[in-house]
């Protein structure tokens, strides 16, 4: 068994600009664990983004925003990460995957940054690659020299709505991945794509609470 999460961070790029665009799916995600949990994201000029706190099931767990953009991630990840001194085990990086379709979602351990910018960043400033990754899948435009426009645009609503989708199962196995429990996570959340998923509904990220029926710390 993994070692406890005690911080997760959402990537992505401030602003109102890029609040909908593939970039910020890992805003998205803890945009909407803040809100099950009825905390708001204060900001730090120690730490360069925004954080608050949650408790579940006896465990706290601090959730974070870098308020740098995208590929200065690691300098806002290092102040938090040395401040604290978090074991990189101890730590999960929420990110848009363009390597997986909407709606695919998946846990790893460790491993390279994929040509990610934000994890590059991370990496280089924090001098590791063994924290926790949650990808959520944003899928890849038809040509590779498009992919910066690709992922700084906003998803078709059909899309949206399945990466959505992939966010509310992952809600649904929070406790686990709170506790350090990856592999039963990954169990659960390794499945392919159905191509009968359809739009999979509005599921409201960031307005809709989680599903895991767990108490708000006040």
């Excluded at 465990?59 to 001194?85: D, I, Q, W």
């Excluded at 350090?180 to 390794?190: D, Q, S, T, W, Y």
């Excluded at 009968?196 to 989680?210: A, L």
Aim: proline letters at 6%.
């Amino acid at each position: 068994m993994s070692l406890p999460i005690r911080l997760i961070i959402g990537l992505g790029n401030p602003g109102t600009r890029y609040a909908v665009t593939r970039h910020n799916a890992g805003f998205w995600f803890v945009d909407g664990i803040a809100a099950h949990f009825r905390q708001t994201f204060r900001g730090t000029a120690r730490f360069f983004g925004d954080e608050c706190g949650i408790e579940i099931e006896g465990r706290s767990c601090r959730l974070f925003k870098p308020a740098t953009f995208m590929n200065e991630s690691g300098l806002s990840v290092a102040a938090l990460f040395h401040y604290y001194r978090y074991a990189p085990e101890e730590v999960l990086i929420v990110h848009d995957e363009i390597d997986f379709p909407p709606g695919a979602v998946r846990i790893k351990q460790g491993g390279g940054h994929g040509g990610h910018n934000g994890l590059r960043s991370i990496m280089t400033h924090i001098n590791t690659s063994d924290f926790n990754r949650l990808r959520i899948g944003v899928g890849r435009p038809a040509h590779r020299d498009d992919v910066v426009d690709y992922v700084l645009w906003k998803a078709p609503l059909e899309e949206q709505a399945l990466i959505e989708e992939a966010i509310l199962r992952v809600y649904a196995v929070f406790p686990s991945l709170i506790e350090g429990k990856l592999a039963r996570a990954m169990n659960v959340l390794h499945v392919e794509v159905s191509e009968k998923q359809g739009s999979g509904g509005n599921c409201g990220v960031c307005k809709d609470p989680p599903p895991f029926g767990l108490g708000a710390k006040r």
